[in-house]
């Protein structure tokens, strides 16, 4: 329907005309606007209603669920960001424990007996520093990963450099050369083992 023909229609009602002639020139007016302009059945005004209601409902329900993941992903890097933090400083830290625990192997349980006095000390000052570190490293979620003979291999734990004839199952770890680390539930640094073969017999 043209401007025009909008300003001749509603030129033609009376402003001062009852409600019964206001309601006659209403239907005048619909009757005579396109299909697609004129009033909806209240059957059909429902169902359109429904719908948008519906799809408003979907729209909400995936905002919240985009929301929920957000506030997941969050917490979960917030949360990593803590414990995994120090992970390159701890890693730097693995060589201190390593060197400590090559100077306490260094000596036989014999040679420690024959000690003085101060290199009792000494060496007792050595356990004491490796334990301290041990200690500081695992307030911080760094624990030593077990590397016992006996215990099973596992490739995403331990590194495996030789396989062995030994008196352990078959497949199990013979022995460590190099202890493992982990920091939370990430391995920071696989023990290094030799995996058993079995008997040599």
Same mark, same amino acid.
């Given at each position: 329907?043209? !401007? &025009?023909?909008?300003?001749?229609?509603?030129?033609? +009602?009376?402003?001062?005309?009852?409600?019964? !002639? #206001?309601?006659?020139?209403? $239907?005048?007016?619909?009757?005579?606007?396109?299909?697609?302009?004129?009033?909806?059945?209240?059957?059909?005004?429902?169902?359109?209603?429904?719908?948008?209601?519906?799809?408003? %409902? &979907?729209?909400?329900? @995936?905002?919240?669920?985009?929301?929920?993941?957000? %506030?997941? @992903?969050?917490? =979960?890097?917030? /949360? $990593?960001? =803590?414990?995994?933090?120090?992970?390159?400083?701890?890693?730097? #830290?693995? *060589?201190? *424990?390593?060197?400590?625990?090559?100077? #306490?192997?260094?000596?036989?349980?014999? !040679? %420690?007996?024959?000690?003085?006095?101060?290199?009792?000390? #000494?060496?007792?000052?050595?356990?004491?520093?490796?334990?301290?570190?041990?200690?500081?490293?695992?307030?911080?979620?760094? /624990?030593?990963?077990?590397? &016992?003979?006996? $215990?099973?291999? !596992?490739?995403?734990?331990?590194?495996?450099?030789?396989? +062995?004839?030994? $008196?352990?199952?078959?497949?199990?770890?013979?022995?460590?050369?190099?202890?493992?680390?982990? +920091?939370?539930? @990430? /391995?920071?640094?696989?023990?290094?083992?030799?995996? *058993?073969?079995?008997?040599?017999?």
């Amino acid at each position: 329907m043209s !401007d &025009e023909s909008k300003n001749s229609e509603t030129a033609d +009602i009376d402003p001062n005309a009852s409600p019964a !002639d #206001l309601k006659a020139a209403a $239907d005048d007016i619909l009757k005579s606007a396109p299909k697609e302009q004129a009033e909806l059945s209240p059957e059909e005004a429902m169902q359109k209603l429904e719908i948008e209601k519906e799809e408003m %409902r &979907e729209q909400l329900l @995936r905002t919240l669920a985009d929301l929920e993941n957000t %506030r997941k @992903r969050a917490e =979960r890097q917030v /949360t $990593d960001a =803590r414990i995994y933090a120090i992970e390159k400083f701890a890693g730097d #830290l693995l *060589s201190v *424990s390593d060197n400590l625990g090559r100077a #306490l192997s260094a000596l036989s349980e014999e !040679d %420690r007996n024959a000690l003085s006095e101060p290199g009792r000390n #000494l060496f007792e000052g050595i356990e004491m520093t490796q334990k301290e570190l041990h200690t500081a490293l695992a307030r911080h979620g760094v /624990t030593a990963i077990a590397a &016992e003979p006996g $215990d099973t291999f !596992d490739p995403n734990q331990h590194q495996a450099v030789a396989n +062995i004839p030994s $008196d352990q199952p078959n497949g199990t770890i013979a022995s460590c050369f190099q202890p493992g680390w982990k +920091i939370g539930e @990430r /391995t920071l640094r696989a023990a290094m083992v030799a995996v *058993s073969a079995g008997s040599a017999n």
